[in-house]
């Protein structure tokens, strides 16, 4: 059975990812259960798992774990745009310095690397062409975030060329569906209709997103692995476009809300307007086809997950609004 050290394993995307790659691959999961990193998220596989409590910022921790590990994909990162315009320190440390640490022990034992990244490392569209992002397009990072996700993106291709690591990159698009963190604007809202709070909408609420299923995204993951091009990039992107105001108006409507019943507020600074990708390479040579091709009908599953989950949410929900509260 392949042996497959996944970084982040209990965060949002990582946790989903986990409790599928369990049915064929033996599974260890170092992660640092930062603010956004929750043991509960791995329950259903607590059994089937080794969990390891570390930073991948400790590069002897690293070292051991990538040494008996035939695979990694490392999702682990401070994941959240608004944090790092407040601190982006930890951005620095866990996605640059700790990806560092990953391809130095992903070099010394030839150890095959899937490096999970995002769209944001290549700016912002304008809300009035058609145009998307592609395999090609130059890189044009607008916070501290997708800077720090940029580097992370350069320095695997730098020890994919020159030293020959046995590298992948994805670059997908917004995530949404069960286990992501309420800071993020999806669970946000649908959280804060269910605390009878209204809804925050920075700026106009004109800014696009596109959103993929989590299921979906890992999908691709896992279809990379399977038959990607070592030293490629593929974007993944359900092609769901989407203002922040439909969202929030979408949400209001499942929860039987009036659909303008949210409050604008200040704009992020450096709020990039829309996002968007071209993922025909993923599909026509690996032959992804997402399943989620109903963004109203994954965002109603979505809030049907919250609604039944409201003890995995309450406590975070509370220190996450205090944070946005001494912020603003
Ligand atoms: P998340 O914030 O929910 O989870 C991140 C996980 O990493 C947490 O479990 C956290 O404890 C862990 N972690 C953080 N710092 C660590 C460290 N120093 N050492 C070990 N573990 C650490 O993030 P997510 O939304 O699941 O994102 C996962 C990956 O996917 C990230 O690399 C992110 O850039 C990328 N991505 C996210 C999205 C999205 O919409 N959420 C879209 C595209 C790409
Ligand atoms: O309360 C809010 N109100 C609001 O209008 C929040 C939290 C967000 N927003 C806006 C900002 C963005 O335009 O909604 C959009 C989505 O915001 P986030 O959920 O913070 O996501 P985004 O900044 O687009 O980044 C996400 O997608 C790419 C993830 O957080 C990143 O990890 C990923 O790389």
Known sequence: MNRLLVTGGAGFIGANFVQNAVRTSRVTVLDALTYAGDRRNLETVADDIEFVHGDIGDAELVDRLVKQSDTVVHFAAESHVDNSLGDPAPFIRTNVVGTFNILEAVRRYDVRLHHISTDEVFGALSLDTESRFTEETR??????????????????????????????????????????????????????????????????????????????????????????????????????????????????????????????????????????????????????????????????????????????????????????????
């Open 139 to 328: 890189y044009d990072p607008s916070s501290p975030y997708s800077a720090t996700k940029a580097s992370s993106d350069h320095l695997v291709r730098a020890w994919s060329r020159s030293y020959g690591i046995a590298a992948t990159i994805s670059n997908c698009a917004n995530n949404y569906g069960p286990y992501q963190h309420v800071e993020k604007l999806i669970p946000r809202h649908i959280t804060s209709v269910l605390t009878g709070v209204r809804p925050k909408v920075y700026g106009t609420g004109a800014n696009v997103r596109e959103w993929t299923h989590v299921d979906d995204h890992n999908a691709a993951v896992q279809l990379i692995l399977q038959n990607g091009r070592l030293g490629d990039t593929y974007l993944i992107g359900s092609g769901q476009e989407r203002s922040n105001k439909q969202v929030t108006e979408a949400i209001l409507r499942l929860l039987g809300q009036a659909a303008d019943a949210y409050d604008q507020v200040a704009d992020r600074p450096g709020h990039d307007l829309r996002y968007a990708t071209d993922s025909a390479k993923l599909r026509t040579e690996l032959g992804w086809i997402p399943q989620y091709d109903d963004f109203e009908s994954g965002l109603a599953q979505t809030i049907t997950w919250y609604r039944d989950h409201e003890p995995w949410w309450a406590a975070a929900k509370q220190t996450t609004e205090a944070r946005y509260a001494r912020r603003s």
